[in-house]
């Protein structure tokens, strides 16, 4: 007998999907019936995974590192964590303000249950990586949106920010560089945004892929705050699912047993790895940054030819969110006819927010081939439409 859906909980069956997975899982679809598809819709870097991490997670495999460990995380790797932070912004953390985490999602999902008590508020910009909004949710919190716009750069105004704060806001978010724009907060907004008031929460999953400028810290702000990082897009760890939050003090013990009540700790051997990531991956960290900027010139360079707006260049992570309208102002539509006519996945922009609806995101975590070839079939599908002729 077939489970009834509304034996389910209400928040599993009425969690938003991540649209751009509908995407990819349609492209995936595609090729497995043989077709020849071009992906500018994932954020994954391409690169293998650099050889001194592989080196390090075989040693420790075979010294037999395969047991539970600390809930915090192994010391040696939140000591690193905390020196890399002195080293690139020159904040101090103590290694006791750091959980290690099975990918930086678990660590999101520590903090914000944590946080929310049913009805409490966190602040999100709009356009904004659509998992926030949604884990929030899930956990009976509510996402309150500003919009960011173009001509700004996506950069949040403070002044929208501070205007949306109530008795339940518990914490503002901000992603710099961000997913889906691949712009940076400047460091004067993000000062002025650390002085509202407000917990702030700090994804800093990008820093290390820019390529013009610097990223900050929220830490050099203030210290009422929590950072998301990880080892994924760095270190092109994707499946290696490694992460970390560092945390104000009184909020490591509460966090501390969340973790031991759902993920008990992070894998043993890939700690290790994550370790040998800090301490020897950088000249590989370096070639894949020159590389990425290297295709984010040409994406930005092609999108522009074939039309779509960029008012601001994107100077970190590994996305363009390109303003579509001209074509279309249903970027769900638009994404599909994309991948159906052209094969070529790309993430429409509704995925991120209201206010990104008409606007496409594409990645440049491919091949400079790959994209080449991606601008050539969006060209040719482009030149099919009313508005082009």
């Given at each position: ?10 928040r ?32 994954e870097?391409?690169f ?18 395969t ?56 602040i ?50 901000i ?44 830490l ?36 501390q047993?969340?973790q031991?009540?759902?993920?008990i ?13 800090l ?13 990425f ?25 590994f ?49 400079q ?21």
């Amino acid at each position: 007998m077939a489970l009834d859906p509304k034996a389910l909980a209400a928040r599993a069956r009425t969690i938003p999907p991540f649209i751009v997975m509908d995407v990819i899982d349609r492209a995936v679809e595609m090729q497995k019936a043989g077709e020849d598809v071009i992906m500018l819709a994932v954020g994954e870097p391409d690169f293998p995974t650099p050889a001194c991490i592989v080196a390090a997670a075989e040693r420790a495999l075979a010294q037999s590192k395969t047991k539970y460990t600390h809930s915090l995380g192994i010391p040696p790797l939140r000591e690193a964590i905390a020196e890399d932070y002195h080293r690139r912004y020159r904040v101090n953390v103590s290694p006791d303000q750091i959980i290690v985490t099975p990918g930086t999602s678990p660590a999101m999902f520590l903090v914000f249950s944590g946080l929310l008590d049913p009805g409490d508020e966190i602040i999100l910009s709009d356009p904004g990586y659509p998992c926030y909004k949604n884990m929030i949710e899930y956990l009976a919190g509510r996402a309150v949106r500003v919009p960011v716009f173009e001509e700004d750069g996506f950069q949040y105004r403070p002044q929208m920010i501070q205007e949306k704060i109530s008795s339940r806001t518990k914490a503002v978010m901000i992603n710099s560089p961000s997913n889906p724009t691949g712009n940076l907060l400047e460091p004067e907004r993000m000062a002025e945004i650390a002085r509202l008031g407000p917990l702030i929460i700090s994804d800093e999953i990008y820093h290390g892929l820019v390529y013009a400028g610097r990223e900050h810290s929220i830490l050099e702000f203030t210290d009422r705050a929590v950072v998301l990082n990880g080892f994924s897009k760095r270190y092109s760890m994707t499946g290696w699912r490694v992460g970390y939050a560092i945390l104000p003090p009184e909020m490591v013990r509460p966090l501390q047993k969340v973790q031991q009540n759902f993920f008990i700790s992070t894998g043993d051997f890939v700690q290790w790895a994550a370790l040998a990531a800090l301490q020897e991956a950088e000249p590989e960290v370096e070639r894949m940054r020159r590389t990425f900027d290297q295709r984010r010139r040409r994406m930005i360079q092609g999108l522009r030819a074939l039309g779509f707006g960029i008012t601001v260049e994107p100077t970190g992570a590994f996305y363009v969110l390109a303003n579509a309208r001209k074509f279309s102002a249903d970027s769900y539509r638009l994404a599909f006819d994309i991948l159906l006519q052209a094969k070529v996945g790309v993430a429409p922009g509704i995925d991120f927010g209201p206010n990104t609806e008409g606007y496409l995101r594409f990645s440049y975590a491919a091949s400079q081939d790959q994209i080449e070839e991606g601008l050539r079939r969006i060209e040719r599908y482009l030149e099919t439409l009313p508005a082009r002729k």
